[in-house]
């Protein structure tokens, strides 16, 4: 059994390890945010990298935090730990997503969509295997609907928020 | 699990050289070089310039100065008043009703349907333009800028000296306020190839009274390409032509082997910055910064050539751009800007220039689809939509296998085994074992 002082170590850890896979997927489009500050910014590429983990993970903790806090009777009895086990799945996919991302440097075009649908469809992975694995570790059968319509509601009304603040702030504005 | 791993491995191997291969530009040697330039001829001509023109900023007399003396200089090389043109417009001040001027110089060699674009930028901010609240750098606009000018000075003299046989114009137009936006080369764009378009905020003015007026261009599709000297004199001179490779780029880089200055396709992993300086891109990057943009935006095949280091310049810092940092940034810039020039002039008066134009527009790669925010949004949003009725579906099926009466049966018995499961498992004394995969319900 993990003591708390066991799994808040394991908690930071994996805090890091986010934040450092928020900067690998988020460094790109960073980039070229700082870049259009000239002269603001040295090291742009380190900054870049900095500032997309600690925003991307600032987004993140606050998500959780909701997610937590709101969820509802059918999920509420497993939501800490789910939350506790949702980093070692989020790491991963933004891994592979900045992985994808290096095509950006050869085809600048395919930014767009990139930035709409990589995080998206790499983290859409990760959540399916993130909600079967707490569906069976830690939430009885009957509970199951329900835990899987606010999941899948949470996830899918946080994309749609970023990806549209990031429509208008882009595109609109 | 590992056969897995492996397919993972292998996928994002596939994207590296992906990457990496659409980054290797295919080149090809091409014939020896025709025209020859002197390093003192192009040292003398932006020397000349810059004597009494180091101070050009944007809408000012010290812009109209340098007009001139671009206008006089033409001149002297034997472009006639119909030969010749200035084109003003203005620029209005926000919430004012103050308009601020500035001019494009075009020069036109020869006469035909089609046209070549040779462009360059004279002005800087080298002060400020209180009325608009510019703070002046008041560097000299050398390296981007003077040394442009220079060089599309030379070839106009080249093109006016040779009089090569041409079945094509070629216009010499060094753009006005091209430090404020690009303002000259979206008002040349507007007036002379686009009239019914927008011209960004650039209004034209009746020029009737003016020098004269060159020909007008008969619509975007007569203009064969447009050649932009966005900076010239650095031993490596990158060139951007498009998002993707092109012909007009294959072209210039494959002549620009015979020539001693590196001749390379502008690199893509410059940062994007998230606006729009085309209607053809929703986000821009340093190789679209330049009077290019304008005629890009209209689908007029285009190259510019940047000779600055665009990995640093307007990314990390700015650099200073004086003729003393230029200098001795590049102790060669002479023979550097020769070789640009020589380059230009080679490519357009071969003889089989012509026929090569008519692949920029033909042989271009289409990647439309990509570059539609609204499309792809709307894209993202039905996915969402799709996978929200996915969810609810799962939801609903999920719910309806697990019988009322055992939802009763588990409630009452406080459906608690699962709660005995928790993180703490995962040092390895739960009954799961650490991250290990639980039992199928």
Not at chain 2, 105 to 115: L, N, S
Not at chain 2, 299 to 326: A, C, E, K, N
């Amino acid at each position: 059994m993990l003591s708390a002082k066991e799994k808040r170590k394991i908690t930071v850890a994996l805090t890091v390890g986010l934040a450092i896979s928020f900067g690998i997927t988020g460094y790109y489009s960073m980039r070229g945010t700082l870049a259009s500050y000239a002269g603001v910014f040295r090291l742009n590429d380190v900054c870049a990298f900095l500032l997309a983990a600690v925003l991307w993970t600032l987004v993140y903790e606050a998500i959780a935090a909701f997610a937590v806090r709101r969820a509802p009777a059918a999920a509420k009895s497993g939501i800490r730990d789910c939350a506790f086990v949702l980093p070692m799945f989020a790491i991963p996919a933004n891994v592979f997503a900045g992985l994808t991302k290096l095509l950006y440097f050869a085809y600048p075009f395919l930014y767009l969509y990139g930035e709409m649908f990589l995080d998206f469809i790499y983290m859409l992975a990760a959540f399916a295997g993130f909600t079967s694995y707490c569906l069976r570790r830690y939430y009885p059968r009957q509970s199951y609907g329900g835990v899987v319509m606010y999941f899948g509601g949470m996830f899918l009304g946080a994309s749609a928020i970023i990806n549209t603040a990031r429509f208008v702030i882009t595109v609109l504005l | 699990m590992r056969r897995a791993a492996a397919f993972v491995t292998a996928a994002f191997a596939a994207i590296v050289a992906f990457a990496a291969a659409g980054l290797c530009v295919r080149a090809r040697a091409e014939t020896a070089p025709g025209a020859a330039f002197t390093a003192e001829e192009m040292e003398s001509e932006l020397q000349a310039f810059l004597g009494g023109h180091a101070d050009r900023t944007s809408f000012t007399e010290r812009e109209r100065s340098a007009a001139e003396y671009i206008e006089g200089t033409l001149r002297s090389f034997g472009y006639t008043d119909d030969e010749l043109a200035e084109q003003p417009f203005e620029v209005g001040v926000e919430d004012t009703e103050e308009k601020l001027t500035s001019q494009n110089v075009i020069a036109t060699y020869g006469r035909g349907e089609k046209t070549v674009i040779i462009g360059a930028a004279y002005d800087n901010l080298y002060s400020a333009i209180s009325q608009i609240g510019i703070q002046g750098r008041g560097d000299e606009g050398v390296a981007v800028g003077a040394s442009g000018t220079a060089v599309a000075l030379a070839l106009a003299r080249a093109f006016k000296e040779r009089t090569p046989a041409l079945d094509f114009s070629v216009k010499f137009v060094f753009f006005g306020a091209s430090a404020f936006g690009s303002t000259g080369s979206w008002a040349f764009v507007g007036e002379y190839i686009d009239p019914e378009e927008e011209t960004g905020n650039a209004e034209t003015i009746d020029n009737s009274d003016d020098i004269g007026k060159a020909d007008d261009i008969a619509g975007a599709d007569s203009v064969m390409l447009m050649i932009n000297v966005t900076s010239a004199g650095a031993e490596k001179v990158s060139l951007y032509s498009d998002e993707t490779e092109t012909e007009q780029s294959k072209l210039f880089i494959g002549r620009g082997k015979n020539y001693d200055t590196e001749f390379a396709v502008l690199t893509r992993a410059l940062p994007l910055f998230p606006t729009s300086l085309t209607t053809k891109l929703n986000y821009s990057h340093r190789g679209l910064i330049g009077d290019h943009a304008a005629f890009f935006d209209r689908d007029i095949p285009i190259v510019s050539f940047f000779g600055v280091d665009l990995d640093t310049f307007s990314y990390y810092s700015p650099i200073p751009d004086t003729l003393h940092s230029f200098e001795s940034d590049n102790p060669d810039y002479g023979s550097h800007m020769a070789d640009l020039a020589s380059l230009v002039y080679d490519v357009i008066t071969d003889a089989a220039f012509p026929a090569a134009a008519q692949s920029f527009r033909t042989r271009k790669a289409n990647y439309g689809f990509f570059i539609h925010p609204y499309l792809s949004f709307g894209a993202f949003m039905g996915v969402a939509a799709l996978l929200a009725v996915a969810v609810f579906l799962i939801s609903r099926r999920l719910d309806s296998a697990c019988p009322a009466a055992e939802k009763e049966q588990n409630a009452a018995a406080g459906g608690m085994e699962h709660d005995k499961n928790s993180d703490n498992d995962m040092g390895g004394t739960g009954k799961n074992g650490p991250l290990s995969p639980p039992k199928s319900p």
